[in-house]
């Protein structure tokens, strides 16, 4: 059984929060944000809460919880006080904001307001809205004046009190009592008389010991008339109308009474009836004068055609109904006093409480939703949807809980630690994402060494992005002399990869003129951009032998090699010794004057220009074309427990990068960048975990943490045993390596 006052939950909600320590280097923006509308008018859940200026609070380490993500979420505002001595405040149940006015306290937001878990400040629901209890985290309420489903306004003369924001909300009530307003958005306080009286509403009730019975309902009423003409003596001023509500009927244990005993497991049924009193200020009527006046007018009431009426004593009885606070799990007592209030046991086994409190006070003798606080919230099964690059592993994680995404899918790739948390309403993204591949490097597709104003190679170009290039004038050969003709190209990034459309051909150019050398190409058959045409010494020029080399570029001709006379030259094979080439057609041997070998690059490098070797009747080769190392895309991976301080663009082949083991990781981790190929050396091993309990030595016992391991950081509390002393606080953290520390010591020798 656990019960308590209301000034008793008061001090229980100001001793459920958690004090921390942290640093403080400048103070967080309090003011509250409201609620903007929706599309469809309908809000229901929280903004996003407004920036933090700079900084709030650096953690102590050893003096924070996960549900603040290992970081404070405001400092208490002690002016005078040093920075670093300031208390931490950590909120943990959504609903709920620190209270920087109070030390290290937390306060549920009004109704009215929401918040999300970790916001700082709460945010007012739309003008219209409000929620249907304190510490909420939907605005899934209208507002007193306003009428469901769209929370519209009450028109003048009408009026509404606050209701759920669903279809089956009452709707907008004509002023009762010959009483009226002009105001738009009454509620019942705003309805007046003509000589100004106001209207007040309350509750009566009245708890049988019986089924609940219409007709008994129906012959209850005039007694309670009387027992509000009584209440509101003989004012002629006075004014008032009642109606019967509902009745509430439960099974409970039966009780045991003078006239009759009572056997082992006999139950036996009580009703709570309700009476909806309206009246008018002149009537002086109180909630509790008029419950005396009608519990006394009922003792031993015999009304026609009913049994003698056996009241039950004025208070709630037992546990509240299940549809108080669905999946709540009660303990009251017997019998709780009005005024007073039982707090729940928790939530059944696949809920968890909105709030670090969850309790129903008892109203006049009945459970009062209106009084209730939190609610029962269902945690979140599998994985997040609508999240669709990534790839989670969740299986059932408790509101307010986190999971984490192993990878993201092909195509992107992962952008810090991704994490989703359970929240009343589903699943919350908070940090990190699967954002699309960049690509790297200039599309190559469209043709070598071609330019492409307006994308830059020498950082990751974004997905989605177009390039556009323009290809050179080329020139043709006409019926009317030479004709330029222009065309484009375009690339767009894809994922990582280029989608190329349209191509660069050349048009072939005017075959050289050159006497005595007859030419391999024609105008019948064009030479291509980038290809060769091999001219050979003949007859007619003189000449013993000899080779000429033309050289198709962008439209034109370049020539080389000549005709000589004399013996034969030949040019020896490799053409070059420089690393990057591979030249597998003429690797060795010799070459004759004016023979042509192509070549291309080695794995690893990238060509710039066809890569050729023409042998010159001067007996040496005539290179074309590169070859460079490719560089290395940044980071060199995307490990867990390692940051790398190369994390964006490209590193030049030949150079390195040291990595650093993040908090919680042990090791040591570099990569080398050699063509195109990060070759890492080391790790980062982890996350490191302490193995309970931290220690066994005599005397010390640690039921918090006897068995399993703990995180990085957390503090685990111990006790010392029965005939051994403490010395000092008994505690143990969890250091970086994944070794517990322990502090204080218990002295002593067991009996």
Known sequence: MRQASAPQLLLLLALASVALRCQCSSIIDKSAGTIPASASGRLLTAAPAPARQGSTCTVVPGETTDACHSSCQACKDTPGTAAD???????????????????????????????????????????????????????????????????????????????????????????????SSSKVTATLADCKTADGQGIVSMLATVTLLSPCNASLAAALLPVVEHAVADAAGNNSDAEYDMAAGGCAMRVRAARRRASRPVQAGATEVTAAYSFNVLATSAAGLAPKPLQLELMQRLLGLKLPGFPRLLLVAVGCQGDPDASLLPNALWECSEATASGSSCLADGCAPGFSPSTPLLYASCVAGQWNKEKAAGRCLADCSGNPRGIKPANWNCSSTTVGGLCAATSCRAGFELRGPLQARCQARGWNVISGSCRPRPCFGLPSEAG???????????????????????CPNRTKRSSTGRAAVSTGVSAQCSFGQWLVTGTCA???????????????????????????????????????GGMLLAACSNGSYSISGECVFGSAIT?????????????????????????????????????????????????GHIVQGSCTELP??????????????????????????????????????????????????????????????????????????ATGTAAVQSTCTGSCAATFAASGPISARCNNKGVYEVTGQCSGAPT
Request: charged share 5%; net charge neutral; aromatic share 6%.
């Open 85 to 179: 001595s300031r208390q931490c405040v950590c909120c943990k149940a959504a609903g709920w904001v620190p209270n920087p006015s109070t030390p290290a306290a937390c306060r549920a937001c009004p109704r009215g307001w929401i918040a999300q878990q970790g916001e700082l400040q709460c945010n007012q629901c739309q003008p219209g809205y409000s929620t249907l209890q304190q510490g909420s985290t939907v605005c899934d309420a209208c507002a007193a004046g306003y009428e469901g489903p769209t929370c519209a306004p009450c028109e003048p003369g009408s009026y509404s009190a606050r209701g759920p924001a669903s279809t089956a909300a009452v709707g907008c009530l004509p002023c009762p009592l010959g009483s």
């Open 448 to 470: 070598a060494g071609l330019p492409w104003p307006g994308c830059n190679s020498s950082a990751p170009i974004p997905h989605n992005t177009t390039c556009i290039a323009t």
């Open 506 to 544: 050349e048009a072939p150019p005017v075959v050289p003129a050159a006497p005595g050398v007859s030419w391999a190409c024609s105008e019948a058959a064009p030479t291509a951009s980038g290809s060769y045409c091999l001219g050979s010494c003949g007859q007619g020029s003189g000449a013993l």
């Open 571 to 619: 040019c020896s094979y490799p053409p070059s010794s420089q690393p990057g080439y591979n030249r597998s057609q003429c690797s060795s041997g010799r070459a004759g004057a004016g023979q042509l070998c192509v070549g291309q690059c080695a794995p690893g490098y990238a060509a710039s220009g066809a890569i050729t070797a023409f042998c010159q009747v001067t007996g």
């Open 632 to 705: 290395c895309p940044n980071p060199p991976n995307f490990a867990a427990g390692v940051a790398w301080p190369c994390s964006s663009g490209n590193t030049s082949s030949g150079t390195s990068c040291k990595g650093s083991c993040t908090l919680g990781y042990t090791g040591g981790i570099a990569a080398s960048c050699k063509q195109g190929s990060w070759e890492l050396v080391g790790s980062c091993e982890g996350p490191a975990r302490c193995d309970n309990p931290p220690n066994s030595l005599p005397g010390f016992t640690w039921p918090s943490c």
